[in-house]
C-alpha cells in the first residue's frame, strides 16, 4: 500500500518570500505520478502541480516547482514570491495510473502568509 | 474553475437517513472518484466510476454506494448514515485511457452533517 506522509502541520512565510513544503511517500511501484493540491477555505480542492516519476525534470508552473527525489521518496513544493493569495492548506499525493487511479493523500499542511 | 460541479452545497440530515450527493463531471472525462474529508484531514478514496462500472473502492462498507450514467455524470449514495459520516464529501473527474491524462479535477464538494 502507498502512504504520504507530511510532517509538517503548518507554516508561515512572509509575502514574496519562498518557502518549502515538504512530503515523502513510500511505495514499491515505479511508474506513478505525484500531484500537489491546494484548498483555500473555500474547500475546493485546486491541483498546483503535477509530476510524473519516469521523468527527471522537475515540474514547474509560474512560481510553483517541485524538488523530485526519486530514489530518496520525497517530493517538495517550493513556493516563490509568495502571495497572500496562496494561503491555504495543501495536500501532497500520490496516484498509479491504470486499473484502480485513486488518489492517496497526505494530512495536509496550512501555509498562511503574513502581509 | 475545474468544470467539475457537485449538489447539494450542504446537506444535514439524522442518524439513520438515506441521503444521495451528486457529480457533474468535467467535458470529456470518463472517470468519476469519490473522496470523503473529515475535518482538517486528507481526502479518503471511497471509490471510482468508470464506464458506468466501480473500478476500485477504498475501506468503506457497503452502505456507500454509487452509480454513474451514460453521461459520465455521477452520484453518491449513503444510507443509515451514522455521526461519523459527518464530513466534507469531494467528486473528482479525469479522462481514464489517455496516458498521462489521469490528473483529477475537484469539485467544491458538498459538506455533510448528520445530528
Known amino acids: 500500500a502507498q502512504t504520504v506522509t507530511q510532517s509538517q502541520p503548518e507554516m508561515s512565510v512572509q509575502e514574496a518570500e519562498t518557502v518549502t513544503l515538504s512530503c515523502t511517500y513510500d511505495t514499491s511501484e515505479n511508474n506513478y505520478y505525484l500531484f500537489w493540491y491546494k484548498q483555500p477555505p473555500s474547500r475546493q480542492m485546486i491541483l498546483v502541480i503535477r509530476q510524473e516519476a519516469y521523468k527527471q525534470q522537475n515540474a514547474t508552473e509560474n512560481r510553483f516547482s517541485v524538488n523530485f527525489q526519486k530514489a530518496a521518496k520525497s517530493f517538495s513544493l517550493k513556493i516563490s514570491d509568495s502571495q497572500l493569495g496562496d494561503t491555504a492548506m495543501y495536500f501532497c499525493a500520490f496516484m498509479t495510473p491504470g486499473a484502480n487511479s485513486k488518489l492517496t493523500f497526505g494530512k495536509g499542511i496550512t501555509l498562511s502568509v503574513r502581509p | 474553475e475545474t468544470g467539475v460541479t457537485q449538489s447539494p452545497t450542504h446537506l444535514i440530515k439524522t442518524r439513520g437517513q438515506q441521503v444521495t450527493l451528486r457529480c457533474s463531471s468535467q467535458?470529456?472525462?470518463?472517470?468519476v472518484s469519490w473522496y470523503q474529508q473529515a475535518l482538517g484531514q486528507g481526502p479518503q478514496f471511497i471509490f471510482q466510476y468508470y464506464r458506468e462500472e466501480e473500478n476500485g473502492r477504498g475501506n468503506f462498507p457497503p452502505r456507500f454506494s454509487g452509480l454513474q450514467f451514460p453521461n459520465y455524470s455521477s452520484e453518491l449514495n449513503v444510507n443509515a448514515l451514522e455521526l461519523d459520516d459527518s464530513a466534507l464529501y469531494l467528486c473528482a473527474s479525469s479522462l481514464k485511457g489517455l496516458a498521462g491524462q489521469e490528473t483529477q479535477y475537484f469539485g467544491p464538494g458538498t459538506r455533510l452533517l448528520v445530528l
Open positions: 467535458s470529456g472525462h470518463n472517470t
